[in-house]
Nanobody, 116 residues
Framework: QVQLVESGGGLVQPGGSLRLSCTVS????????MGWYRRTPGKSARELVA????????NYADSVKGRFTISTDDSENTINLQMSNLKPEDTAVYYC?????????WGQGTQVTVSS
Protein backbone atom coordinates (compact mmCIF):
# COMPACT_ATOMS: atom_id res chain seq x y z
CA GLN A 1 0.00 0.00 0.00
CA VAL A 2 1.25 3.48 -0.93
CA GLN A 3 -0.04 6.74 0.55
CA LEU A 4 0.35 9.99 -1.36
CA VAL A 5 -0.27 13.40 0.16
CA GLU A 6 -0.25 16.50 -2.04
CA SER A 7 0.41 19.99 -0.78
CA GLY A 8 1.22 23.45 -2.08
CA GLY A 9 -1.97 24.38 -3.87
CA GLY A 10 -3.69 27.72 -3.48
CA LEU A 11 -4.79 30.91 -5.13
CA VAL A 12 -2.32 32.70 -7.40
CA GLN A 13 -2.55 35.55 -9.87
CA PRO A 14 -1.95 35.00 -13.59
CA GLY A 15 1.77 34.97 -14.29
CA GLY A 16 2.54 33.74 -10.81
CA SER A 17 4.20 30.55 -9.59
CA LEU A 18 3.38 27.67 -7.29
CA ARG A 19 5.24 24.54 -6.21
CA LEU A 20 3.25 21.39 -5.56
CA SER A 21 4.69 18.54 -3.55
CA CYS A 22 3.57 14.94 -3.22
CA THR A 23 4.90 13.09 -0.20
CA VAL A 24 5.26 9.36 -0.81
CA SER A 25 4.99 6.83 2.01
CA UNK A 26 7.53 4.37 0.60
CA UNK A 27 11.06 4.46 -0.75
CA UNK A 28 10.83 6.19 -4.11
CA UNK A 29 13.44 3.93 -5.68
CA UNK A 30 10.69 1.30 -5.75
CA UNK A 31 8.38 3.38 -7.94
CA UNK A 32 8.04 2.49 -11.61
CA UNK A 33 6.25 5.67 -12.67
CA MET A 34 5.43 9.07 -11.17
CA GLY A 35 3.12 11.70 -12.53
CA TRP A 36 0.99 14.75 -11.96
CA TYR A 37 -2.53 14.97 -13.39
CA ARG A 38 -5.27 17.55 -13.15
CA ARG A 39 -9.02 17.75 -13.39
CA THR A 40 -10.26 21.08 -14.68
CA PRO A 41 -13.71 22.49 -13.83
CA GLY A 42 -16.49 20.92 -15.84
CA LYS A 43 -14.47 17.90 -16.90
CA SER A 44 -14.79 14.43 -15.44
CA ALA A 45 -11.51 12.99 -16.64
CA ARG A 46 -8.08 13.77 -15.31
CA GLU A 47 -5.49 14.86 -17.84
CA LEU A 48 -1.76 14.24 -17.74
CA VAL A 49 0.32 17.26 -16.80
CA ALA A 50 3.79 15.78 -16.33
CA UNK A 51 5.26 12.36 -15.78
CA UNK A 52 8.48 10.45 -15.47
CA UNK A 53 9.28 6.75 -15.63
CA UNK A 54 11.94 5.36 -13.35
CA UNK A 55 15.28 6.16 -14.99
CA UNK A 56 13.59 8.02 -17.84
CA UNK A 57 13.15 11.56 -19.04
CA UNK A 58 10.26 13.82 -18.01
CA ASN A 59 7.24 14.08 -20.26
CA TYR A 60 4.94 17.11 -20.35
CA ALA A 61 1.57 18.03 -21.79
CA ASP A 62 1.95 20.52 -24.63
CA SER A 63 -0.07 23.07 -22.68
CA VAL A 64 2.52 23.22 -19.86
CA LYS A 65 5.82 22.72 -21.70
CA GLY A 66 8.32 25.39 -20.77
CA ARG A 67 6.27 26.45 -17.75
CA PHE A 68 6.08 23.37 -15.51
CA THR A 69 8.89 21.15 -14.24
CA ILE A 70 8.53 17.77 -12.55
CA SER A 71 11.27 16.65 -10.19
CA THR A 72 11.90 14.25 -7.34
CA ASP A 73 13.64 14.64 -4.01
CA ASP A 74 14.69 11.22 -2.80
CA SER A 75 15.88 12.53 0.56
CA GLU A 76 12.43 14.02 1.28
CA ASN A 77 10.46 11.31 -0.56
CA THR A 78 8.62 13.89 -2.61
CA ILE A 79 7.55 14.33 -6.21
CA ASN A 80 7.43 18.01 -7.02
CA LEU A 81 5.78 20.11 -9.69
CA GLN A 82 7.16 23.61 -10.14
CA MET A 83 4.61 25.73 -12.00
CA SER A 84 5.51 29.10 -13.46
CA ASN A 85 3.75 31.69 -15.61
CA LEU A 86 0.43 30.28 -14.48
CA LYS A 87 -2.65 30.93 -16.56
CA PRO A 88 -6.36 30.91 -15.65
CA GLU A 89 -6.75 27.72 -17.68
CA ASP A 90 -4.35 25.98 -15.28
CA THR A 91 -7.07 26.19 -12.63
CA ALA A 92 -7.77 22.62 -11.57
CA VAL A 93 -7.45 20.02 -8.87
CA TYR A 94 -3.97 18.52 -9.21
CA TYR A 95 -3.35 14.88 -8.37
CA CYS A 96 -0.20 12.92 -7.77
CA UNK A 97 -0.05 9.43 -9.27
CA UNK A 98 2.47 6.61 -8.93
CA UNK A 99 2.81 3.06 -10.19
CA UNK A 100 4.16 0.57 -7.67
CA UNK A 101 4.29 -3.16 -8.29
CA UNK A 102 1.92 -2.67 -11.24
CA UNK A 103 -0.71 -0.91 -9.10
CA UNK A 104 -1.77 2.71 -9.56
CA UNK A 105 -2.05 4.94 -6.51
CA TRP A 106 -3.58 8.44 -6.34
CA GLY A 107 -3.41 11.25 -3.87
CA GLN A 108 -6.46 13.16 -2.68
CA GLY A 109 -5.70 16.20 -4.83
CA THR A 110 -4.84 19.82 -4.18
CA GLN A 111 -6.72 22.81 -5.60
CA VAL A 112 -4.89 25.35 -7.74
CA THR A 113 -6.80 28.49 -8.68
CA VAL A 114 -5.32 31.07 -11.05
CA SER A 115 -7.30 34.27 -10.92
CA SER A 116 -6.85 38.00 -10.58
Amino acid sequence: QVQLVESGGGLVQPGGSLRLSCTVSINMFSLEYMGWYRRTPGKSARELVASIFSGGQPNYADSVKGRFTISTDDSENTINLQMSNLKPEDTAVYYCNVLYRRTNYWGQGTQVTVSS
